[in-house]
């Protein structure tokens, strides 16, 4: 792996060449200039320029949404001190009258407006200012005209500190240091950008014939080994993800670029974007024993499923409203089935390992309470309410299931039952054929699509339609237990002879104990009436002061046991019997775990889906 000098005025991560064959020039009919004056105070002053404005009033907007997330984000509440000029500097009026935009009138054809934008969250959705970095989400920080949409930009960032660098997947202007540009609005939004004192790695990949560099622009309080260390790590699971697909995405301007901050100050989080993505964690690289490759995994593999393999519902990108598709089980859910799997495969986890978190995915929806009330397309539409959304009122907790463990568990099942037909398959097959009909193409793809190409990958229109129709449209879930025995695992309860009662956190207020979590439905408490908040007096013989009490009543209470259970529930006391149920809990073991001896045909077949069974790379 070659790194690069760290010298330079300015790291631009995108290839001049490109950017001189396409970049609008000086004259770009929209410019940005960003600097930080007041980065200590988490402000940015930002200037944008609009030429050749028709006549009447031009009009101004902060988006409302972010690409690759679905919620509404109220981006303008941290605009202010709007002022706007003409083209010879005379003031112009601006007129507010709704939240989300101005109107700028008197204008000689040339707008020119500046503003105050407040930073201080750093996540993959938000921007982030300090003496330490500016990160920019573009939706969150730069306004834009109506009616420019389909016009080229440029941008020029004014560095707070000398030592900065930038990261970017917007192309550079040639010749002009800290300066890029967009060939639109689409994707300009869609090119979060990075300014810090950041360690940088890249290494090239040639797939087809073409060259390509990857790079790390890292953010962090970490050492340089740590740097080399992940970057290895992320340079080993690239072909595996290739090899799912067969092929690189053909990247625009010939990089892909893992922006990624783990700072104290950043929020966990991980955003795709068509050339690069945003990757972050408060936990330093070695605090987080190098598991921020997990995130940048399933990020990774978006490059291909989303970006290009994209629901026709999210193309083109709305910034006024939330993007709602049905076919987030696919685009997130098998996203993030393959993240770890192919970590796995790339031998940067260990057989134990993937099995462990595999099992907390599947318990998760098996035993969860959200395929009572919808399937998996239904989940998908409910994302504009949870994905980051905010509100005030309290949701029943008990009706989601996420579509991404979710569509991940749907992946699984599809591609445990393709590897066991007659003639075999896999996942990977029916991922290819989505990224020969859809993202090579780019043509947009609704569910129909989706089934049609099932159908297409395995020859059996009837397989598709009955997958569909149950595990899609509907809430049905395949038998595991056989599906994985396949493979040499075996699928158990972890511990039923525990008890289990349907909620298990509570908090203690004083000498009360109460409920701190709401019960699943058909459970011990649920069945009894007991709800989240209320306080638990007693279960048979034992009675609750602490949370000491409430641990040692589970460790000794036994499944099948008949009780009373009493509370109190807004001020009324009351008690109703119940039974105590076994943990439910699922847990994925390899047959060897278990004192069971694997065939050779067995173990091929974990082979051929897991990939070797060497311990994680260190």
Known sequence: ??????????????????????????????????????????????????????????????????????????????VYQVTAVDGAGKPLKVDRAEPYGWSVSGHDGTVKVTYTLYADRGDGTYSQIDTTHAHLNMPATFLWAVGYHDKPIRVRFERADPSWKIATQLPPVAGQ????????????????????????????????G????????????????????????????????????GELPKFDYGEYTFIADYMPQITGDGMEHRNST??????????????????????????????????????????????????????EGFTQYYGPLLIRRAGQSSMDEFLTGLSGTLNGVVNGPGRLYGSPQEMSLRAPFVDAAA???????????????????????????????????????????????????????TPADVRAALAKTTGDQAFADAFFKASIEGSALPDFAPLLERAGLKLR??????????????????????????PVPNSPLYGAGV?????????????????????????????????????????????????????????????????LKPTEAQLAFRTAWLGAEAEAAK
């Open 210 to 245: 073409r060259d390509y560099t990857f790079r790390l622009a890292l953010h962090h309080t970490g050492t340089e080994a740590d740097a080399d260390t992940f970057a290895e790590k992320l340079k080993a699971i690239v072909p595996e993800h290739i090899k799912v697909f």
């Open 493 to 518: 309860q972890k511990a039923p002879k525990k008890a289990w009662l349907g909620a298990a956190r509570v908090k203690v207020s004083g000498t009360e104990l109460l409920l701190d979590a709401p």
């Open 1 to 78: 792996m070659r790194k690069l000098l760290l010298g330079l005025s300015a790291l631009t991560l995108a290839t001049a060449s490109a950017a001189a064959a396409q970049d609008p020039g000086p004259a770009a009919p929209v410019q940005y200039e960003v600097a930080f004056p007041n980065a200590t105070h988490r402000e940015a002053r930002i200037t944008a320029t609009f030429r050749k404005v028709p006549k009447g009033a031009l009009q101004l907007r902060m988006s409302r949404s972010s690409p690759g997330r679905y919620a509404i984000h109220e981006f303008a509440k941290n």
């Open 278 to 331: 945003f990757i972050s964690q408060p936990r330093s690289l070695f605090r987080g024993n190098f598991s921020q490759l997990g995130t940048a995994s399933h990020e990774l593999f978006h490059a291909w499923n989303v970006e290009r393999i994209r629901p026709a519902e999210l193309e083109p990108f709305d910034f006024t409203k939330a993007n709602p598709t049905p076919s987030l089980w696919l685009a």
């Open 177 to 208: 240091p800290d300066s890029f540009w967009a060939p639109n609005l689409q994707y300009f939004m869609d090119s979060p950008t990075e300014l810090s004192a950041m360690t940088v790695r890249e290494w090239k990949v040639t797939d087809k």
């Open 531 to 595: 709800e989240v908040g209320d306080r638990i007096i007693s279960i048979g013989r034992f009675v609750f002061a602490n949370e000491s009490d409430w641990t040692d009543a589970l460790d000794r209470l036994k499944p099948g046991e008949a009780m009373t259970v009493q509370f109190i529930q807004r001020g009324q006391v009351r008690e109703a019997p119940m039974t105590i149920a076994a943990d439910p809990t699922l847990e994925v073991v390899r047959f060897e775990k278990v004192d």
């Open 391 to 445: 509100a005030l009122d309290p949701v029943n907790p008990n009706i989601f299931t996420s579509y991404y463990p979710y569509g991940a568990v749907i992946g699984l099942a599809l591609d445990l039952q393709l590897r066991g037909r007659d003639k075999p398959l896999s996942l990977d097959d029916f991922m290819k054929q989505m990224w020969r009909a859809h993202g090579v193409t780019e043509k947009p793809y």
